[in-house]
């Protein structure tokens, strides 16, 4: 596509984004009551803000001109921010992780596809060398300890002589075996050919029936070809059967495909242009128009002393650094109000300060008096949307894009390149600041000697940045810094980089991506819900939530500092169903670096207390320096076992228990790094302290039908099969339930192989080989799966869900107070 065309694309979406924002400020006003209707309103934002995400996120990739890409990052961190958001409101509404949203997109005229959570192509693009670089070096390591697993597979195994020998005289004898035997087919041929014709040549051939032998095999033939032609044709024209070159690449897609590329080119050069004409406008109006600017502000400054002086008699002070120095006083106000400002500002800053204190005070005592009855007014409060640290952002981006791009004309900017006159605007602002800096410095000084000279006083020294409280801040600063000690100070971060490689705590990541998650759509999610049947999450529900707790907030800083946090996550779910996928697919689309902490692989590495300390200090370390990481923890369940069983004593499986918290505390929202448990058997972990350490529990479920109905197509075509009329899917996906992602992959793979593939021409594939393959494998029974939903329902989301849920039964928020007042009674009694 063209620039004009996403130009145009980038408007449609910012207008689409002004109107929801202008709706977003008149919502705050209106506060609610019925959880119903606050679900609508909150999932129709989320829906109209993820159509916002997608086409920003394409306009954002191959938009080409900087400047607006610069803004449309701004933009895009927002919307995603305001994603996640939302998405927790409507967790904290729900109490629960999976939403379903079918009745809004129907209303809204939308496919479920189209609710996707893309996967910003910036969040890898950006750094590509850079995760390539250390791709390298993590390959260098692994080759140069022996470690590296595709080494390890490919190694050749040595043979003894004899068994040598013996191969090769198996080999030779095979290969005369088959000479001898087509010398044998040939002789035989001969012979056969030479009895014919001596055969033939006694009798007169009969022409006209041979001709007639002839047309008849071969009208049999032709028609016979015609028929399925016709056959298949009618198929498509029925819609039953796609068109014949429906799975090939169109032309025009490899030639838009040229074109993204060719974009991404000029993009990284025009980024490249505007970098240099930076430096290089600046240092020209540096030189052109810094000592006017310069002079400038000192006679202004000049003025404004002289003026105060007039007015008041008195000479002003100086404002400090750390108010902003001159800048403040030229903001349309007269320096006794900027004064009055500054005293006031202080005054009210004690006075909040106190009355946070009072108020803390007095809520803490009118919760200890509160009964039940004063809770239940509480819980009946209708519901106000939290405070968005986004919607700012956003409304900033929007007023900037009104501003400077809605209405500009660009007929002379063909080729998109920088604008030199924005950019001359903003250095010359960036000058302005640096030179204030310097001409305040001069005229503190300046101030401070006419004092001296016209009032003969004595001037206090100008302290700058040196007030009580910085002193005590940076006290307080350093007492923390003492405390978390830096046990590696003396090593560099690429020594400690290898030592984990080699110990094998930082381990290679598997090339996916969440896109190769397959699934399909969960379609009736609102509609049984409403019916009070609560749905199982497609693949594609558990998919979208790791877009959004792993993905979104690992790839963009901007969003991990101010979304809601999440440090931890667990997945949970019976074996197979793609957990470890999913933890390798969040490292490839973030390039974060995988580190795995799981019981077994730390098992006698680091020994005792000080080197578990140790381990657990320089995985922080690297983990924060190289950002961002996900470190991972396979079968966590072993980590919080109710009673470690004897086989694993050995392992000491419980030693990181107590350091998670730990760890947890010391993750601060600029720390891009994320904790992934997996488990499959949650039900063996003391739940408590489990569900302390992870925030977010995620359910993996086994596929369901229509799940495994794609799972059996990709995944037979991505081993190289072909999918005939002659392969019954819905045959085999409605008998293989029960069987998880894990057990498909493993029959797949043990069908296709070589042989079978080379097959396929004349013998197409058949269900029934695949589901010969099965019969050995064992599904994952009912029983299993609802034991993985009640240990659900016993941790604190689950709880409140079922508690909510009983109150919803009944009626509204007032019946559930009562219940719970019943309850205590009860209790009581
Ligand atoms: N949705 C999916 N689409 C395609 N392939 C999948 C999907 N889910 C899982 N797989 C494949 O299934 C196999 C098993 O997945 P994986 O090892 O991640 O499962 P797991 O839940 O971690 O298993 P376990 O608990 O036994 O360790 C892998 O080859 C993975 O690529």
Redesign the pocket.
């Known amino acids: 596509m063209s620039s004009a065309m996403y130009n145009k694309m980038w408007h449609q979406t910012q207008e689409a984004l002004n109107c929801l924002l202008d709706k977003e400020s008149q919502k705050t006003v209106e506060p609610h009551r019925n959880q119903v209707f606050i679900f609508q309103k909150l999932a129709t934002f989320y829906i109209k803000y993820v159509q916002i995400f997608r086409n920003l996120e394409n306009v954002y990739d191959q938009i080409i001109h900087p400047q607006k890409r610069i803004l449309i990052r701004k933009i895009l961190d927002g919307v995603m921010g305001r994603i996640l958001e939302l998405k927790n409101e409507m967790v904290e509404l729900e109490l629960t992780e999976f939403h379903y949203f079918d009745d809004i997109l129907q209303d809204l005229k939308l496919a479920p596809q189209q609710l996707d959570i893309p996967i910003p192509k910036y969040f890898l693009k950006e750094k590509l060398e850079v995760i390539k670089g250390r791709e390298k070096i993590l390959a260098q390591i692994l080759a140069d300890t022996g470690l590296d697993m595709r080494e390890m597979k490919s190694s050749v195994k040595a043979f003894s002589i004899e068994q040598a020998v013996k191969l090769i005289q198996i080999a030779e004898r095979a290969r005369q075996g088959r000479l001898r035997a087509l010398f044998m087919k040939q002789i035989f041929l001969q012979e056969y050919r030479a009895r014919q014709a001596r055969l033939l040549g006694e009798k007169v051939a009969d022409v006209a029936a041979a001709a007639l032998r002839i047309q008849k095999v071969w009208r049999g033939f032709h028609q016979n070809k015609k028929t399925k032609r016709d056959r298949e044709d009618e198929m498509v024209f029925l819609g039953m059967n796609p068109p014949p070159l429906f799975n090939e690449v169109s032309a025009t897609v490899i030639e838009a495909e040229k074109v993204t590329r060719l974009r991404d080119e000029l993009q990284i050069k025009h980024e490249e242009d505007y970098k240099t004409a930076m430096n290089t406008i600046k240092g020209n109006l540096q030189l052109m128009e810094g000592a006017d600017i310069k002079e400038n502000l000192r006679d202004q400054i000049r003025h404004w002393i002289i003026e105060c002086r007039n007015l008041t008699g008195t000479f002003p002070e100086y404002p400090k650094v750390e108010e902003g120095g001159s800048a403040i006083i030229f903001s349309n106000k007269t320096p006794q109000q900027v004064i009055e400002d500054i005293i006031a500002a202080q005054e009210e800053e004690e006075k909040k300060r106190k009355e946070k204190k009072k108020e803390k005070q007095k809520d803490q005592k009118v919760k200890e008096k509160k009964g039940p009855k004063e809770k239940i007014k509480e819980e009946d409060e209708p519901w106000k949307m939290s405070p968005s640290v986004f919607l700012q952002t956003m409304e900033e981006g929007s007023n900037i894009y009104k501003d400077m791009w809605k209405n500009k004309d660009e007929s002379l900017n063909f080729p998109q390149g920088y604008d030199p006159e924005i950019l001359k605007e903003e250095k010359r602002k960036e000058l302005e600041v640096e030179i204030r800096v310097q001409v305040d410095e001069l005229m503190r000084q300046e101030l401070k000697n006419i004092k001296l000279a016209v009032n003969k006083e004595k001037e206090l020294p100008v302290r700058i940045g040196k007030k009580k409280g910085g002193k005590n801040k940076t006290k307080g600063k350093k007492g923390r810094r003492g405390k978390d000690k830096d046990l590696t100070a003396d090593r560099t971060i690429e020594s400690l980089y290898k030592e984990l490689v080699e110990e094998g705590l930082l381990v290679q990541t598997l090339k ?1 991506n969440l896109s ?4 399909e759509y969960s379609y009736l999610g609102a509609t049984l819900r409403r019916v009070s049947i609560e749905p199982m999450p497609s ?1 594609l529900d558990v998919r979208q939530l790791i877009a959004l707790y792993g993905v979104l907030p690992l790839g963009s800083a901007e969003v991990h500092e101010n979304a809601p946090l999440v440090k931890s996550l667990l997945l949970a ?10 933890v390798h697919a969040i490292c490839s689309e973030t390039g974060a670096n995988l580190f795995n902490l799981s019981a077994e692989n730390i098992a006698g590495k680091y020994p005792g207390k000080n080197g578990l300390q140790m381990m657990i200090h320089v995985v922080l370390k690297v983990a924060r320096q190289l950002q961002p990481s996900v470190v991972w923890i ?1 079968d966590t369940e072993k980590t919080f076992y109710k009673r470690v069983p004897n086989a694993e004593k050995m392992n000491e499986p419980k030693r990181l228990k107590k350091q998670l918290p730990k760890i947890l505390k010391l993750l601060k929202p600029n720390d891009r790094i994320l904790i992934v448990g ?1 488990t ?1 058997r949650p039900f063996d972990a003391e739940i408590q302290s489990f569900c302390r350490v992870y925030q977010k529990i995620i359910l ?1 479920p086994r ?1 369901d039908y229509a799940s495994r109905y794609v ?1 059996w197509q ?2 037979i075509q991505r081993h190289g099969g072909a999918i005939t009329s002659a392969l019954n899917l819905s045959c085999l996906a409605k008998v293989t339930d029960g069987f ?3 057990h ?2 493993q029959v797949v793979k043990a069908v296709l192989t070589d042989r079978r593939l080379r097959q396929q021409v004349y013998k197409p594939l058949m269900a029934t080989e695949f589901i010969t393959a099965l019969s050995s494998l064992d599904p994952v029974y009912q029983e299993e799966e609802d034991s993985f939903k009640s240990w659900y329902a016993k941790t604190p989301m689950g709880k409140r869900r079922a508690l909510a849920l009983m109150g919803g039964n009944t009626g509204n928020a007032k019946d559930k107070g009562q219940k719970k007042g019943k309850k205590e009674k009860k209790k009581k009694k």
């Open positions: 996916v190769d998650y397959i699934g693949l779910g019976p074996s197979g169903v793609g957990k470890k996928m999913l396979g997996t499959r993996v596929p799972l990709q995944i998880t992602q894990g498909i992959v």
